[in-house]
DNA sequence: GAGGAATTACTTGATATCAAGATACTTGAC
DNA sequence: GTCAAGTATCTTGATATCAAGTAATTCCTC
């Protein structure tokens, strides 16, 4: 039994003997894990008339507690996106009456970003839908690798988080 | 010491304590990391005139082995992507005289997608840099965390592969 | 064989993203 | 206080992607 991924490092192997592409056992199949949870989770998010996108700044704002408000700069960092990503994203939700846009009073350079009524609850019954759908998606790791992964990834975060590449 | 993901799930406990936010503990962190990896190996593929997509091609069709050409369906199944998507990769890699399109004799509604001695060049060379790169990316873990990372990776991708969600 | 279903590559229109730069404002050095 | 440097948001133009649909061709069932 073989995944493509390992069907790949096997023709590189095959074409390319001086190469080592092992690399690819881990990132190739993280990409590839990847892309598909996005799917199915980007697909729960289209119920709610969201993109992952959208979700991620309500999301953020939800879980920053009262007033529900951050500056578009917090959005963006929180996010890994650029400030003109950011600039179209709160557009979209600005237009779909789920945040607005408020003079930040303590920068005038600045703005603070409210979450709405709607906004909130929104983000909230999405939320839940969201988390229930990433729990189920774990099921397919056992318990142990579940375990072990969640501490790979950590200490993995940590040492990008201070090397500052993140 | 936290990261971001661990700032964000105390952020949801605090505010939403009836639900449960660890699976981001796994999936959050797997997304930010492989962000920052897609963000790493892309500006390697920019040395070469490439986006990630374009090497994807590339090497596909170069890991194929000769003669080195393939058909348009076969290139969009391996990269989880939509037939459209890969016809505008096509164009722009013909453009640069990469690959050309020939008419496939076995299936007149088929092409086949042939590596042209330009693009077989210019992929050895992005590929070479590109496996030293992925080495130079794993070096952060420890070698039992590369280890273990790389088994639980497989089981994970394999039990999604079966289920025929990949 | 004939005819309907499936497959193949492509087209179209919409959206998301980025890099680079513009504008307005704040900070800090002197 | 002044002004250069830095910061915050937004704009612009280019590209990548997708979903849905099209036309030509092949496959499959009878």
Redesign the pocket.
């Known amino acids: 039994m073989s995944d493509h991924v390992a069907r790949v490092v096997r023709q590189w192997k095959s074409e390319y003997s001086e190469v080592d592409a092992s690399p690819m056992y881990v990132l190739a199949r993280m990409m590839r894990i990847n892309m598909k949870i996005n799917?199915d989770l980007s697909a729960n998010f289209a119920k709610f008339g969201l993109?992952?996108?959208?979700f991620d700044v309500l999301a953020t704002l939800r879980r920053s507690g009262e007033p529900y408000a951050l500056?578009?700069?917090?959005l963006?960092k929180s996010s890994?996106?650029?400030?003109?990503?950011?600039?179209?994203?709160?557009?979209?939700l600005e237009k779909l009456g789920l945040v607005c846009?408020n003079p930040?009073p303590e920068?005038?350079?600045?703005?603070m970003i409210h979450l709405t009524d709607k906004g909130r609850a929104l983000v909230e019954e999405a939320a839940a839908k969201h988390f229930a759908l990433e729990a189920e998606m774990l099921k397919v790791l056992d318990p142990q690798d579940r375990e072990a992964l969640e501490g790979i990834l950590e200490r993995w975060s940590h040492r990008l988080e201070e090397e500052g590449a993140m």
Chains 1, 2 share one sequence.
């Open positions: 799917k993109a992952t996108g959208d500056r578009p700069t917090e963006t890994m996106l650029t400030s003109g990503t950011m600039t179209s994203r709160l557009d979209k846009r930040n920068d005038r350079r600045a703005l």
